[in-house]
């Protein structure tokens, strides 16, 4: 039940909200809406190179017996319910719903209800909003920060080892 609550919200609300670009000959070839908006911001700048990356979102699924009701949630961090699902007994199912079953012939063997609460989507800001992420190093330890443009520290975090480590062998790259 928790894969298809997964896939029901990547297919409903795609999960991963990304850029996106049509690979040409290994280039990649940019939506004009993208070109677009690039213009806009930047008229005198130049494209030189361009990647698709995907953003992801952190769901928590949480199985739930309700009053004998095993009930699966998805919400996210600050409590908003993305959707419900449940087990739901065959001879329970309501009228319109048995009759649309079977009007494809066989027998129901098993049904579940999904109700969906909240789907993706982006959304333009007014005005753009500006953070910053810094590492410091303190007591032998990396900590990502998190700082708004006025200097209010939004988040604070502890790097692990292997992050830490990614990160120095990119920065050596560039």
């Known amino acids: ?6 896939l029901a919200v990547v ?28 213009k806009a911001l930047y008229p005198a700048g130049n494209i030189e190179k ?3 990356k995907k953003i992801c979102l952190e769901f928590y699924e ?16 600050d409590g908003a319910i993305v959707a419900v699902e449940t087990k739901e007994k065959i001879d329970s199912l309501p009228a319109i719903i048995a009759k649309a079953a079977a009007s494809k012939g066989g027998k129901v063997v ?5 109700i969906v609460h909240a789907e993706l989507k982006l959304v333009k800001l007014n005005a753009p909003v500006t953070k910053y992420e810094v590492k410091i190093e303190k007591k032998g330890k990396t900590i990502e920060l ?8 939004l988040k604070e975090k502890e790097v692990n080892k292997e992050k830490k480590e990614k990160d120095d062998r990119d920065r050596d790259k560039k």
Do not use: Q, R, S, W
Request: aromatic content about 2%; glycine content about 4%; overall charge positive.
């Open 110 to 114: 098993d049904a579940e209800k999904k």
């Open 11 to 38: 297919v409903l609300a795609v999960i991963c909200a990304a850029v996106y670009a049509k690979k040409n000959d290994g280039k990649i070839e940019l939506p004009k809406a993208v070109k677009a908006a690039i």
């Open 50 to 52: 361009a990647e698709m």
């Open 62 to 77: 949480v199985k739930v017996d309700a009053n004998g009701v095993k009930t699966e949630l998805m919400t996210d961090a």
């Open 146 to 153: 998190k700082i708004a443009d006025d200097g209010k520290i």
């Open 1 to 6: 039940m928790a894969k298809k609550i997964v």
